[in-house]
């Protein structure tokens, strides 16, 4: 079973900006490379900050509007929001401990 969300350009207020809880949004698409690579880790860190951060994912390809608003130039790309905006991004594949270490710092904050 799934942790992250998939979302659309028609869910991402929804889930997104209108999220009581920070959000985490993998962008990807299906002939990435290194999206494939993160995408077990990405399901693991759903389920480990699960109630703390929403995890969420969203196929570029699919929902182009909404990557070209956020401005994404490479894939993959994690970008974080709090309260709707934008606190902070990593572009490229991390590690676990990377992807960890962005998130305790954003919900410590």
Same mark, same amino acid.
């Given at each position: 079973m799934s942790n =992250?969300?998939? !979302?659309?350009?028609? /869910?991402?207020d929804e889930e997104v900006v209108q999220s009581t809880i920070p959000v985490m949004v993998d962008f990807w698409a299906a002939w990435c490379g290194p999206c494939k690579? !993160?995408?077990p880790t990405i399901e693991e860190l759903?389920?480990?900050y699960e109630g703390q951060l929403k995890v969420c *994912?969203?196929?570029t390809d699919e929902n182009p509007? !909404? =990557? /070209?608003?956020?401005?994404?130039?490479?894939?993959p790309s994690l970008l974080f929001f709090k309260e709707g905006k934008l606190v902070d *991004? !990593?572009?490229g594949a991390a /590690?676990?401990?990377q992807f960890k270490e962005k998130i305790d710092s954003?919900? /410590?904050k």
């Open positions: =992250a969300v998939n !979302i659309t350009t028609q /869910s991402w690579m !993160i995408a759903a389920g480990e *994912k969203l196929n509007e !909404i =990557a /070209s608003q956020n401005q994404i130039m490479g894939i *991004k !990593i572009v /590690s676990k401990k954003i919900l /410590s």
